[in-house]
């Protein structure tokens, strides 16, 4: 199953980025695989932070814009909506500290693991740098054949 990143949703979202068709047509695929795909629901949650943050490259989405979004991607695709599973946050936190991770990365660490509870095997972003998790095959469907 493909797990869908934060900033594939905002490169979707937003028609003024030059990633914009590249992120949409990325999506577009993950929805026809045929092992499924879904977002983590930490992704929608940055989602909404990142297009409604009054600092907004391009300037702010409005929660109505934001929201329409979401909704038609939900109705439209069909993607699982990834919820963290039984004891998340003591696996989160133990992970972290296993794997050393500091700063903005415990949020990369938040969606992959929430993701492979729900059975993501892969994590499609356009983040060279996210965090690699054990299990968890991440790809950038923008970088590769999707351009």
């Known amino acids: 199953m493909i ?3 934060t900033n594939l949703l905002v490169y979707a979202h937003r028609a003024g ?14 929805a026809y695989a045929l092992e499924g795909w879904g977002i983590a ?4 949650s940055e989602f909404w932070s990142v ?6 490259q391009g300037g ?7 929201s329409g979004f979401l ?7 069909k993607p699982s909506i990834f919820t963290p599973g039984e004891d998340f946050t003591f696996r989160l936190f133990s992970t972290a500290a296993e794997m050393g991770v500091k700063g903005i990365r415990i949020f990369d660490l938040q969606i992959g693991l929430t993701a492979l509870d729900c059975g993501a095997t892969e994590l499609w972003t356009h983040d ?5 998790i054990p299990g968890l095959v991440v ?3 923008i970088s590769a054949t999707y351009s």
């Open 3 to 5: 797990a869908i990143d």
């Open 17 to 30: 980025c030059s990633e914009h068709t590249r992120a949409q047509k990325a999506i577009e695929s993950a």
């Open 41 to 44: 629901l930490p992704s929608i």
């Open 51 to 56: 297009v409604t943050h009054p600092r907004c």
């Open 60 to 66: 702010p989405s409005s929660p109505e814009e934001a």
């Open 71 to 77: 909704r038609a991607l939900i109705e439209t695709g």
């Open 128 to 132: 060279r740098g996210f965090l690699q």
């Open 139 to 141: 790809s950038d469907p």
